[in-house]
């Protein structure tokens, strides 16, 4: 049974409800397995064929453990992947040219990728929540698709009081209206004035801020649960056992903000999943990209661009990557990130980042680009991208491009939106308005429950310690 250390290490040994109860590690760190479940060529070959539950179950309960029995766990995951999410592959791919596929992440509640995580995420809370007699709150932060997702996951359990905070002003229509049109007891929207990166550190200090954390019992849901990346493992899993399993290496290219989605394609290769490349997307936001390029992280201002889901100058899961890349010299990633907080960068060494490079590779496309990629999708195969997706591909085309690339490997592009999502970018560069699908399809018309508030500790705070329900 997997057991998980903290990035900083200030904790070890917990085993997968500790981990998903806490969120953020009490050192500021994040929670990583100390080893890989292997996935082996004999577990994909017999995993051929299996629906999506299945497989998920396969491959996530090695990290759950004897934390939550098997049956009602099983129980859990079909609820999810048979009910919620409206195509029967649950992440079917599409063949958009020879050798190049789609895998479409959008088919659940809130159209994003997101739900693939969030849904299970929120069943686990409110099962082991159950079981202790425990309430807990959740606070996020979203520049978009995290918020709505995780308040779809969240409306219905009966344990959990969910804040997301969003920064004012700053996300889509589409999105802002998925989550501030719930009307739940339990569901509260903060609209913060700020960027992204203000509510990610406001989050972030309520968690810093011991009192208030055991006061509330406050949780994460945000990109840096564990248990996110877990459920996102498996649908890497899936699409390459639909390609061609153990006997064929894939690419992702992946259009990347969080770092979280690609996280969970890395953890699936060291599982032992057949992956030729790891392709990461950043958008004119390309913090990601530069470090690829330059071996230094750092920290620049947030402009606003046609994919804000990737809006964000702070991956807050490559930590993760990085404590594997370091050996889990836990002491050495304290330092760095130390340094990243106090002088807004650090480099690694040649070394480092001669191993970075061959697990990665990464490209950034500006608006103009995606834009162009939308348009060339559009007329060359009838396929409609939203502009994140767009992202993806454009990194995904500019890797196999490269002098050397083997044409052979399937590439997959991560359809992480819908594209009636963004419909603005999508009828600008094509010239079509997508529409929504029908179960969304009253979203204009349907009545705002918002509170905005100032990026200021105390008042958040205190509108959290008001509002959350006591046992
Ligand atoms: C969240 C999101 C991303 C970025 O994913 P990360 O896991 O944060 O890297 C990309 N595209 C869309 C549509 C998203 O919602």
């Not at 340094?339 to 970075?356: H, I, R």
Request: charged content about 20%.
């Amino acid at each position: 049974m997997v057991q998980y250390f903290s990035t900083r290490g200030g904790a070890d040994n917990q085993n997968f409800t500790d981990v998903l109860l806490q969120g953020l590690a009490p050192d500021g760190g994040l929670f990583i397995p100390k080893e890989w479940p292997a996935l082996t060529p004999a577990d994909l070959e017999q995993l051929k064929g299996k629906s999506y539950a299945d497989v998920a179950y396969h491959v996530t309960s090695p990290f759950i453990g004897d934390c939550i029995a098997p049956d009602a766990f099983r129980q859990i995951l079909s609820d999810i992947y048979t009910n919620q999410f409206e195509h029967a592959e649950v992440a079917p791919l599409v063949e958009i040219a020879p050798n190049k596929y789609v895998m479409e992440l959008f088919h659940g509640p809130t159209l994003a990728f997101k739900d693939y995580a969030l849904q299970l995420l929120g069943r686990l809370f409110d099962h082991v929540l159950e079981q202790r007699g425990e309430r807990v709150t959740i606070v996020g932060a979203t520049s978009g698709d995290t918020g709505s997702a995780a308040i779809e996951a969240c409306r219905h359990c009966k344990n959990i009081d969910i804040f997301i905070l969003h920064p004012e002003g700053r996300t889509s229509e589409v999105q802002r209206r998925q989550m501030t049109t719930i009307d739940a007891p339990n569901v509260f929207n903060i609209a913060l004035d700020g960027t992204f990166d203000d509510c990610q550190n406001m989050v972030k200090a309520m968690f810093n801020d011991k009192d208030f954390r055991d006061d509330v019992t406050l949780s994460a849901v945000n990109s840096i649960n564990w248990a996110r990346i877990m459920a996102q493992i498996v649908y890497y899993v899936t699409a390459s056992l639909s390609l061609s399993g153990a006997s064929k290496k894939v690419s992702f290219a992946v259009p990347t903000g969080n770092f979280g989605n690609i996280y969970a394609a890395y953890s699936a290769r060291q599982m032992g999943l057949p992956v030729h490349q790891l392709i990461i997307g950043s958008n004119r936001n390309d913090i990601l990209t530069r470090f690829f390029e330059t071996g230094t992280m750092s920290t620049g201002g947030v402009e606003p661009s046609l994919s804000p889901s990737m809006d964000i100058q702070i991956s807050s899961n490559f930590e993760r990557y990085l404590c594997g890349l370091l050996d889990h010299d836990t002491e050495r990633l304290s330092s760095l990130m130390n340094e990243f907080k106090d002088k807004g960068s650090f480099t690694l060494s040649d070394a480092e980042m001669t191993k970075a490079r061959t697990e990665f590779s990464a490209y950034r496309c500006n608006d103009e680009k995606t834009m162009q990629m939308m348009k060339n999708c559009y007329q060359d195969t009838g396929y409609i991208l939203d502009p994140h997706t767009a992202v993806g591909m454009s990194a995904g085309l500019s890797a196999y491009a490269q002098a050397g690339a083997d044409q052979s490997v399937p590439l997959i592009s991560l359809a992480c939106a819908h594209p009636a999502k963004f419909p603005d970018a999508v009828e600008k560069a094509i010239g079509v308005r997508p529409s929504l699908p029908e179960h969304l399809a009253d979203l204009y018309e349907r009545k705002e429950f918002v509170t905005p508030l100032e990026n200021d500790l105390s008042i958040v705070q205190k509108f959290v310690r008001e509002h959350r329900q006591q046992l």
